[in-house]
């Protein structure tokens, strides 16, 4: 028999049935003289169908017949044994459940007081020893077969649907996608039986003998010879490119013919049963590469175009020059010739041509021409325009002057070029920056004609009523000076050929600029820039959350200043003292109140984030930590990161100055994760202002907490 793993009740039965049968011959076993009387001690209760069944007793040779349950009549002449105190008889397979009457001759029936319990043993016997093809009909040998109800295959496949079925003979079909394994079987119990077989049913999968041809273009077919292939779903190339059955050019069970995908790399095949299992190649292919023959024009030029010659070109799916810069293929492109779109900022070198499946072959150098200079103005005035004259003058990006200035392109051919020249400009060479970078310095100098001042250096920063005390020569060229925003200067200190001193007029535009200088002659200079420092008024109330005054109440460890002294506009936050904690927080609300999430919702790239601050003792260590919600920005010299967030010491102000940054700078992951792209998901999440990594002593006032439309 085949048994493998059986999972019923057939070994409590068996235990049972002994048990069972003393208790039958307790049962009916009648102690009284009986003389002639016919009397029934016990039988066997439970009984293997087509076994034998026992009764004992008195003068049983006076029973005429048996009926088992369901009227299932055995006469006197058919019973195996018959003595006086035995009867043996076989039980019939039409035998089911139930009471038991012996039929006496002369006398009442005997009827069992215990029902008649009938055990059926499921076995198997033989499945098939050889490899069936899926689809195909099997035949299942062992006994009381016609109790299953189910047969389950590998792979989890269910048939309830049988060809055949009898007590010892089960015929299945095979589910198309069933795979190699044991079989279980299962009846009709309410918890079912499952009986497994103990080899396993091998079921036919496809195999590969070859395939023609192993080196190959992508876009061809290959032809794949095996057995059993037309149970082949589908095939898998290298590069994960699956195609399947259905969009095969052909197949039988010895021949598949499929065509390779576009994307399609090195390595083996893997052909895939319905039952998923798949069958792996042992030869790989290898994929077709173009071959590059002529590359014109060598050099190139930047924004033209480069004709290839060669063989398979049509493979090629991306062309990258020199510089990892990206050229375009145009269409009309055949097999042997290709048409490539020089990006114009490719650089000299050798070019990649790529596949889809992931190949690429270089080509030799190709150079990229450069512009060149012939002539040029010999002197000009500030903001005058100059020509120059030469070869490739279109590609030209940028013209730089000797001072660190650049002019701006009124004009450009490919060759000639015309500039302004811009203030600031010193007398000295041209320099030309192709697309591609490329610098091309002239080899004559520009002569600037005007008489202008000539400055030692600039400060970094300034603000309103600061005294600039700048040095060089002929400052006394100096008539007008002008701050951003078209601010004149009206007070002056000393003005001599090596000093010049002024004050930053109030009215200044805050922020980053330049101050512009002009002679008597008209002639004109400029400043490098200079971050003018300062309060910007508040645009629109309705935008400040914190203003301390009448924006509602809050919490923290930071105090309310209200000295006029110091005050901008009222009262004022606090902060001082030491702080000797990783964190620290000062003041914050939540639930929305005062918070304009959504006058401003999704446009947050269209508004910056603003406060004013009053730094009275520098900040070395730390920083400010902004909350709104799940998101943070940080100033101070440990902000979380050096774009637009601070990562820089915090000087004194001297005075109160407005610090503005994108609104889109606050991050989530406190500071380090990504962008906020909608104001409304600070939700009912606290904003407000802490410390955080660092100790330090704090003597910083803080107002008008913000937002301002860009």
Same mark, same amino acid.
């Given at each position: ?15 049972? +049935? ?91 029936? /005997? ?28 035949? /299942? ?9 189910? $047969? ?16 010892? /003979? ?47 273009? #992508? ?23 699956? $195609? ?28 895939? !049963? ?17 071959? +590059? ?12 175009? +480069? ?42 070198? !050798? ?30 005035? +500030? ?50 920056? #192709? ?64 000093? &010049? ?37 508040? $645009? ?18 930071? #105090? ?7 005050? &901008?506009?009222?009262?004022?936050? &606090?902060?001082?003292?030491? $702080? ?18 959504? !006058? ?12 004013? /601050? ?97």
């Amino acid at each position: 028999m085949m048994f493998k793993n059986i999972k019923l009740n057939y070994a409590y039965s068996l235990v049972l +049935l002994a048990l069972m049968a003393l208790w039958s011959a307790c049962e009916e076993k009648d102690d009284n003289k009986l003389g002639d009387e016919v009397a029934l001690y016990s039988f066997g209760p439970s009984v293997l169908r087509g076994g034998q069944l026992k009764f004992i007793g008195a003068n049983l040779e006076k029973v005429e017949r048996i009926i088992l349950p369901n009227n299932v009549e055995v006469l006197a002449s058919e019973f195996d044994s018959l003595t006086s105190e035995l009867i043996v008889i076989d039980v019939p397979d039409n035998v089911v459940e139930g009471t038991i009457a012996l039929q006496v001759a002369d006398g009442e029936d /005997i009827v069992t007081k215990t029902r008649l319990s009938i055990l059926e043993p499921i076995t198997i016997t033989s499945i098939p020893e050889t490899a069936v093809r899926p689809s195909t009909v099997v035949t /299942i040998e062992g006994t009381y077969l016609n109790l299953i109800t189910e $047969v389950v295959f590998s792979t989890n496949k269910s048939v309830t649907t049988f060809e055949e079925q009898e007590r010892g /003979i089960l015929k299945v079909r095979v589910p198309a996608d069933a795979g190699t394994g044991p079989l279980v079987l299962l009846d009709d119990e309410l918890i079912p039986n499952e009986i497994t077989t103990e080899t396993d049913l091998q079921v036919i999968l496809p195999s590969v003998a070859s395939i023609t041809p192993l080196t190959i273009k #992508a876009g061809a077919n290959i032809t794949i010879k095996g057995a059993d292939l037309d149970l082949a779903m589908s095939v898998e190339f290298g590069g994960s490119q699956i $195609v399947d059955s259905a969009n095969f050019v052909s197949a039988t069970a010895t021949q598949i013919v499929v065509t390779v995908p576009a994307s399609t790399q090195d390595g083996t095949l893997k052909l895939a !049963a319905p039952s998923t299992i798949t069958v792996e190649s042992t030869e790989a292919l290898t994929m077709v590469v173009p071959v +590059l023959s002529t590359l014109t024009p060598n050099p190139a030029k930047t924004g033209q175009t +480069l004709s290839v010659t060669g063989t398979d070109l049509d493979l090629v799916s991306q062309v990258v020059f020199a510089g990892d810069k990206e050229g375009t293929v145009q269409a009309g492109g055949t097999a042997t010739a290709i048409t490539v779109e020089i990006p114009a900022d490719a650089e000299s070198g !050798a070019i990649e041509f790529r596949t889809l499946s992931g190949k690429s072959v270089t080509s030799e150098a190709v150079d990229m021409v450069r512009p060149t200079i012939a002539t040029m103005t010999d002197e000009a005035k +500030l903001n005058e325009d100059i020509t120059i004259t030469g070869t490739n003058l279109d590609i030209v990006k940028e013209v730089w002057f000797t001072g660190g200035t650049m002019g701006a392109i009124v004009s450009a051919t490919e060759t000639d070029l015309v500039v302004t020249v811009p203030v600031g400009t010193n007398t000295g060479v041209v320099t030309l920056v #192709a697309n591609n970078g490329v610098e091309v310095v002239s080899t004559s100098a520009l002569t600037i004609l005007a008489d202008v001042p000539v400055f030692d250096g600039f400060p970094s920063s300034a603000r309103s009523g600061d005294m600039l005390s700048l040095t060089g020569e002929k400052l006394n060229l100096t008539n007008q000076v002008i701050f951003p925003g078209d601010v004149y200067a009206t007070k002056f200190g000393n003005r001599t050929t090596e000093i &010049l001193e002024v004050y930053v007029p109030e009215g200044v535009t805050i922020g980053e600029g330049k101050i512009t200088f002009t002679t008597y002659s008209t002639d004109v200079t400029e400043s490098t820039t200079i971050d003018f420092q300062g309060v910007t008024p508040v $645009v629109d109330e309705s935008l400040v959350y914190f203003n301390f005054d009448d924006k509602g109440s809050w919490w923290g460890d930071g #105090a309310v200043g209200s000295d006029a002294a110091e005050s &901008l506009d009222g009262n004022y936050s &606090l902060l001082e003292g030491a $702080v000797t904690t990783d964190y620290k927080g000062f003041f914050f609300r939540n639930s929305g109140d005062n918070f304009p999430a959504a !006058a401003i919702g999704t446009n947050v790239d269209d508004y910056y984030f603003k406060f004013d /601050i009053n730094v009275k003792e520098a900040l070395a260590a730390g920083n400010l930590k902004f909350q709104l919600g799940d998101y943070w920005w940080t100033y101070g010299p440990n902000a979380t990161t050096s774009e637009g967030q601070g990562n820089q010491a915090v000087p004194v102000t001297n005075g109160w100055v407005t610090v503005t940054v994108n609104l889109s700078d606050f991050r989530n992951n406190y500071g380090w994760g990504d962008r906020i792209t909608d104001l409304n998901a600070v939700g009912d999440g606290g904003f407000g202002l802490a410390w955080g990594e660092g100790v330090t002593n704090l003597n910083v006032l803080m107002d008008n907490l913000r937002f301002e439309a860009k």
